[in-house]
C-alpha cells in the first residue's frame, strides 16, 4: 500500500535520477573535448556525486509513507537537479571566467 498511496511522487523522483543520466550523457558529448575538458571532467564528477545523492534520496522516500517527507524529497531533488542543469549551460562560462 505504501508505494501505490504516493505513485505518482515516486514516479517523479524516478524521472529526475533519469534525467541525470541523460545529462552526464550529454555533458560526455558536448563537452567533453579540448578546451573546455577539465571543466567537463570536474563538471561529471559533480554530476555524478549530485546522481549519488539522488538515489540515497530515492531511497528515503520510497521508504518512506510520510507524505511532508516525500514532498520535502522532490523539492531537494528539483533545486540539485536545476543547479547540475545551470552548470551544465553555463559550463563554458564558467570554464572561462575561472580560467581553465
Not at 551544465?88 to 562560462?93: I, P, Q, S
Request: glycine share 6%; with cysteine.
Amino acid at each position: 500500500m505504501g508505494y501505490s498511496r504516493f505513485k505518482l511522487p515516486k514516479t517523479v523522483l524516478s524521472t529526475i535520477s533519469a534525467l541525470y543520466v541523460f545529462l552526464m550523457i550529454a555533458t560526455y558529448i558536448l563537452y567533453y573535448k579540448e578546451p573546455v575538458i577539465v571543466c567537463a571532467e570536474r563538471m561529471l564528477i559533480a554530476q555524478g556525486f549530485a546522481m549519488v545523492i539522488q538515489i540515497i534520496l530515492n531511497y528515503i522516500a520510497y521508504r518512506s509513507k510520510n507524505k511532508v517527507v516525500i514532498l520535502t524529497i522532490i523539492f531537494i531533488s528539483t533545486m540539485l537537479f536545476l543547479g547540475a542543469l545551470s552548470g551544465f549551460f553555463n559550463l563554458g562560462l564558467m570554464c572561462e571566467f575561472y580560467g581553465y
